[in-house]
């Protein structure tokens, strides 16, 4: 089970569930988690979680934000059904940028002529 947080708030939540059963067993029910920490991982980088801690042996940062930004360049595509336009307005980017960003991330589908409604 991949547990969505790092182990303090995995300690906090068993202390938490300790301090408040009623009796000696702790089910899996009394370790649930609230509903805000839940936490969706980007499609398509899921396996990649990044921590901060891992700042003290170095990370690529340029990997990292450009992962990042991918998976949402992605996804707008993919909710707005490919139309560069409407993505752009979700990423709250120009279609100028929008473009720039989707070549980087998917080449094939910013070529001219595509027949997308902009």
């Not at 702790?26 to 936490?39: D, F, G």
Request: proline share 3%; hydrophobic share 35%; glycine share 6%.
């Amino acid at each position: 089970y991949s547990f969505p947080g790092n182990v303090r708030e995995l300690e906090n939540l068993i202390e938490r569930s300790v301090a408040l059963s009623s009796t000696n067993i702790i089910l899996p029910e009394s370790l649930t988690i609230s509903s805000h920490k839940r936490r969706r991982w980007i499609e398509g980088i899921q396996n990649n979680r990044y921590d901060l801690e891992d700042v003290v042996s170095g990370v690529d940062l340029d990997k990292i934000m450009s992962d990042i930004e991918g998976a949402y360049v992605k996804k707008a595509m993919e909710v707005c059904q490919g139309n560069k336009s409407k993505a752009a307005e979700l990423l709250n980017l120009s279609l100028r940028s929008f473009r720039y960003r989707l070549d980087k991330t998917m080449p094939d589908k910013n070529e001219s002529g595509d027949g997308d409604a902009e």
